[in-house]
């Protein structure tokens, strides 16, 4: 089990009846704003929040009186570039074109490690089952 409490991809082993017991099924995701939001999203918007405010409101009000101008610029613009691509990395789905047209927003089937080594081989994926 990781940090965020997510359980890892690897399937384990059953030593006593030497089974396969794989993770259950997940839902699939269309971008970040899908709920349940994720752990570390809610970390990275409140750092960004929290080093705005520390960076706007306590650091930048201590330089001198002809840097602060050039601080809130400077500041300003760095922040709002990052939170707008940072919404957009959030926004944007990632899925191939092949995933997206097959819209299955039902749990994931749960992959087999026995059949194949991995997920997608020769450029079809087994768990969304669409060529890629």
Sequence with gaps: MSVCKKQSAMNVPDKERGEVISDPPQHSR????????????????????????????????LLPQHWLAAGYICTGVMFTFHCVVHFLAVTIDPADDNVQAKGSLGPLPAFDRNKHTHVIENMHCYICEVDV
Excluded: Y
């Design 30 to 61: 269309k971008n970040g704003w899908s709920w349940p939001l994720h752990l570390l999203q809610l970390v990275a918007w409140s750092t960004f929040l929290f080093f705005a405010v520390i960076g706007l409101g306590i650091l930048v009000p």
